[in-house]
């Protein structure tokens, strides 16, 4: 039994509840994106009161990647057996438990354990909500999870727009990011009264893998080179304008506030790009935009021009990722769903390996040459486009094309 003859078997839904799921897994998206801006902004707080150089800064992160590694397919086989609303409850209030702690470390072992459980919460809440906008998605008959990831990207604006005045007050990180967490888990578990009920999906287990075929393997390759430069900005714009431009710490937020615009909006746009050129051109202009906003935003020490690259590398960064998902379901001979599932695999390894990449780095040259990095996974972006075959989409139907397997909200 396929994955839509599960859900087809599961509670019907009236159009109201659909319609009500869906302005909450809206919410739930934005939640999400608020609470994280907080910790992008917070970082370097962090990094200062632990102690930390970049270097070690970059391997605490990885405490991150180790939390929630193992607990998003946890979080997947629980989601399957009690379903997403339930399940995106429960982690609701570990999310608000454990979401301040890494304010709290004084030492780099300190902030890698925290960020160990801080992973734990932020990834198994991230597919346990992607899961219920997938089930949305199903029964509105329409593609929306462009939508829900754009909203992810708004609400991320509203977190820096937010985070400035806490920061210019001089809240300490501790109180800021713990109330953070207890006010959008709280939230979270509120919204999901509006969630729609869930049937078993265990059929879904059982889908079959991908063919690992070049066209497949570079797909993935630029879905995990995106998210790495995503990753770069998010974790490190604001510690480069706060050292390397000597920018307030109010200010430094500019950069990872311009990005998310940018990103946002090239996003809600993104649909409709896809569906009218060849997504082979998209991807390659993007990772030209990309790079080239990567170099503007370090090439010179200006506020402006960093400020204004790092937008730059939002408006061409933030349809790679989706569009490598919808390209990879379109590709011949593969099942769509397996295929979005092993483009995204490799897409959140990117996102969690390029922080502490550029971390190292840093360390041994600069901040501003550990971007670098990023400027290098853009030209590779860019070389890896010519293995995607090239013809224009068959359908206008948007950019996530079967993405229950998708689980990654940025």
């Known amino acids: 039994m396929s994955g839509r003859q599960a ?20 919410a739930v998206f934005g939640f999400h994106g608020v609470a994280l801006a907080q910790w992008f902004l917070r970082i370097p707080d962090v990094k200062i009161q632990a102690g930390l150089d970049d270097g070690q800064l970059g391997l605490a992160l990885l405490g991150g990647a180790m939390g929630s590694v193992p607990a998003m397919p946890i979080a997947g086989a629980f989601t399957a057996r009690f379903g997403s609303a339930r399940v995106t409850a429960a982690i609701a209030v570990l999310f608000m438990v ?3 702690l890494p304010s709290f470390a004084t030492s780099q072992w300190m902030l890698f354990g925290a960020l160990v459980l801080f992973g734990v919460s932020v990834g198994g809440i991230d597919v346990a909500f992607n899961n219920q906008a997938s089930e949305v998605e199903e029964h509105h008959g329409a593609p929306l999870m462009s939508g829900f990831h754009g909203s992810w990207s708004l609400f991320s604006l509203v977190g820096t727009l937010i985070a400035a005045p806490v920061m210019a007050m001089g809240i300490s990180p501790e109180v800021h990011l713990t109330v953070t967490g207890l006010l959008a888990g709280g939230a979270i578990l509120v919204t999901t009264r509006w969630f729609l009920p869930s049937a078993p999906r265990q059929a879904e287990t059982t889908r079959s893998v991908a063919r690992l075929t070049p066209a497949l393997l570079a797909l993935g390759a630029i879905a995990g080179l995106s998210l790495l430069v995503e990753g770069a900005v998010a974790d490190w714009s604001g510690i480069y304008l ?14 990872f506030g311009a990005f998310s615009v940018t990103m946002a909006t090239a996003r809600l746009l993104g649909d409709r790009v896809a569906a009218r050129f060849d997504p082979r051109s998209v991807l390659a202009s ?23 690259g790092f937008a730059l590398c939002g408006v061409g960064v933030g349809t790679i990722f989706p569009i490598a ?14 295929a979005i599932a092993a483009v995204a695999t490799m897409g959140y390894a990117g996102f969690l390996a390029g922080p502490p990449l550029i971390g190292g780095v840093s ?8 971007f670098g990095v990023a400027v290098v996974a853009s030209a590779v972006m860019f070389l890896l486009t010519r293995l995607i075959p090239k013809a224009q989409p068959s359908r206008g139907d948007g950019l996530y094309v079967g993405v229950e397997a998708s689980t990654v909200s940025h």
Not at 14 to 25: E, K, L, N, P, W
Not at 292 to 308: R, Y
Not at 325 to 338: E, F, H, N, V
């Open 242 to 255: 706060r050292t390397t431009l000597e920018m307030t710490p109010a200010s430094a937020g500019l950069a």
């Open 7 to 26: 859900r087809d078997d599961g509670p019907h839904c009236t159009r109201a509840q659909v319609r009500s799921a869906r302005i909450a897994t809206t």
């Open 325 to 338: 998902l919808s390209a990879a379901s379109r590709l011949p001979g593969q099942t769509p769903g397996a």
């Open 363 to 370: 360390r041994e040259f600069s901040l501003a040459i550990g």
């Open 98 to 100: 454990l979401f301040g």
């Open 286 to 308: 993007g990772a030209v935009l990309s790079g080239l906003g990567i170099m503007i935003a370090v090439a010179l020490p200006n506020p402006v021009l960093a400020v204004g």
